[in-house]
Every structure is written in structure tokens, then in C-alpha cells.
């Protein structure tokens, strides 16, 4: 599902308790759903990492929100060669996780205004998360998106020129090489097409996105939403769609640019027992925050789930 599918699939096979994930368009969370996983992208800068970027955050995984919050305690610190990192705000977040989430205003965000709409099995697993909240005592209502142009297409016009750069300062590749995925080299060589002037106005466009997102939010405490449209796709694929590998990634990728806290957690199975995640989205610097709605859910959410201390076979 990502960038960290790694680490995702081995805390969840049992190969290790936690993880720390990298997450550009959604990697932390997309991987940590796929897997039934807890995960959270801090608030860009809360967790410093090498080398910096106005994009990628890194992030904790794990099988619970006490996990990853008793990781984000560790990885809170400031770096001054990451020139985004944030001064460490010493909170133990792991110790803060209970809240009454009584009174919050709580929005649910099912349609992202472009791009492929989710399946009636996630749609109905975030409005079951809503129902939780709204019973728990929080003002649940509909979240309208600002947005109504394809605003993932900038986006990916960005990453595929940079895929294209990456790509290039490998070693040489034959056009029968199997280590790279055929759909994501053709994906990447096409940024070579993209001059400096589209890439510009590509990121002119993710900043105009990116103000109608946080306008939005005023008013709002959290926004719950799909972390996937999808409940999954083959491992083999590169993801929903071959032509624009990160398609996928509408309802996450918008948040890395906003800066905002967001994170994961499985709310539901659906008739083949795959996992679908939620994500919950707070305002800049609440991760504590995010943290205790995730884990709200968390709390009510109908089942066990079933890891393994093994891995398995």
C-alpha cells in the first residue's frame, strides 16, 4: 500500500511490535490500514527525519494506538538538521490517551470531491465510526469537501517528476529488469515530459488545495474519513491504477500537504475478513489529540483483533 508496506506487514506478522514509517502521500497510513494496523503522520516537523522534506513526514505503526503513542513519546525530539523539526513538547503522549470526546464537533468525510469514490463497504465503516462518536456524546455531521477539481493531479505531476529524478540516478536498468515494477518505471520516465514551468504551476495549484482544505477545517475539531477507498488491491499492482500508480492515495495525500495530523484504525472487516481503516484528521500540532479520538475508536469498535505473537506461517 506503500512506501512502508514493509513495515507494515511485519508488526502485523509479528516479526516486530512497532515500526517507524515514512509517509509522502500516505505510506504510514495506507500500509498500517491494509494490515489492520494502528498508524499515525504527525504534524509535519513533530518527528524529525533525514532528509528533510516539505512533503514526507515520518511516523509511528504499530498493532495499537498505545503502541504508537508510546513510540511518538521516543520520536519527538528536535534536530537541527531537519530544518522542519519542531521543539520537542516533552509529552508523554502514551499517558494521555483517555478523553471524553463529549462535545466535539466531528465531521465524517466520505466523498473528496474528485477521483474514485469509495466503496459502499469502506462508506459504511466510517459512518459506523461516526455513529460511535456521535453516541459517545460528539456532534457528528457531514464533512462537504471544498474541493471539486482533480487536486491529486498536481500532486502526482510533482512525484513524477521526482520518481523520474530518482529513477535516473539508479545504476543502469535493462527494459526486462524485475526489480522495478514495469507500471511504476513507465509512470516515472513520463515526468521527464514535465517542464519547470508545469511544475511550478502544479505546485501553485497544491497551495491553492491546500488553502481551501485548512479553510475548511475551521470550525471543526476532527474529520473522520476513509484511509483507503478501497477496502484492497493485489499485492502485485502498484495500486488501484496502473496509468497513475498513487490514484489511490486521494483521501491521505491531501493531508500531507496541509501539515495536519492524521492517523489510522481499523474499524471493520469486511466479508473476506480484510481490514478497512479509518483515518482521523486533527488540526496542525493536535496530535495528542488526533491520538485520543483514534483511540476512542479504537475503544468502542465491536471486536478483538487476532495477532499473532508468532509469526506465522
Wanted: glycine share 10%.
Amino acid at each position: 500500500g506503500g512506501s512502508s508496506a514493509g513495515a507494515g506487514a511485519s508488526v502485523a506478522a509479528g516479526a516486530g511490535y512497532v515500526s517507524v514509517g515514512t509517509d509522502i502521500a500516505g505510506s504510514v497510513r495506507l500500509p498500517a490500514a491494509h494490515c489492520g494496523l494502528a498508524g499515525l503522520k504527525p504534524t509535519h516537523g513533530r518527528v524529525p527525519h533525514l532528509p528533510a522534506d516539505t512533503m514526507r513526514m515520518a511516523g509511528p505503526m504499530g498493532r495499537s494506538v498505545d503502541d504508537i503513542a508510546r513510540l511518538l513519546t521516543v520520536l519527538t525530539r528536535q534536530d537541527e538538521r531537519d530544518t522542519w523539526s519542531l521543539p520537542a513538547d516533552g509529552v508523554r503522549y502514551h499517558e494521555h490517551l483517555k478523553r471524553d470526546v463529549k462535545g466535539l464537533k466531528i465531521g465524517v468525510l466520505t466523498d473528496m470531491g474528485f477521483g474514485m469514490k469509495a466503496e459502499a463497504t469502506v462508506r459504511s465503516a466510517v459512518d459506523a465510526a461516526g455513529k460511535l462518536l456521535a453516541g459517545a456524546g460528539a456532534i457528528v455531521e457531514p464533512f462537504t469537501s471544498p474541493l471539486t477539481d482533480d487536486a491529486y493531479a498536481p500532486i502526482d505531476l510533482f512525484l513524477q517528476v521526482r520518481g523520474y529524478l530518482e529513477y535516473a540516478s539508479l545504476p543502469p536498468h535493462g527494459d526486462t529488469a524485475r526489480d522495478i515494477n514495469p507500471y511504476v518505471r513507465a509512470w516515472c520516465l513520463d515526468g521527464a515530459k514535465h517542464s519547470g514551468a508545469d511544475l511550478y504551476r502544479a505546485l501553485g495549484q497544491i497551495a491553492k488545495m491546500k488553502a481551501a482544505l485548512l479553510a475548511a477545517f475551521e470550525g471543526w475539531d476532527y474529520v473522520i474519513a476513509p484511509t483507503l477507498p478501497v477496502v484492497n488491491f493485489p499485492a502485485e499492482e502498484p495500486g488501484v491504477s496502473r496509468e497513475m500508480p498513487l490514484a489511490h492515495t486521494l483521501f491521505t495525500a491531501m493531508f500531507n500537504q496541509t501539515c495536519q495530523p492524521a492517523s489510522t484504525v481499523c474499524m471493520a472487516f469486511d466479508s473476506r475478513h480484510l481490514p478497512i481503516g479509518v483515518q482521523v484528521t486533527g488540526h496542525r500540532f493536535d496530535d495528542l489529540g488526533v491520538l485520543q479520538v483514534t483511540k476512542a475508536l479504537e475503544d468502542m469498535r465491536s471486536f478483538a483483533m487476532d495477532w499473532p505473537f508468532k509469526p506465522r506461517p
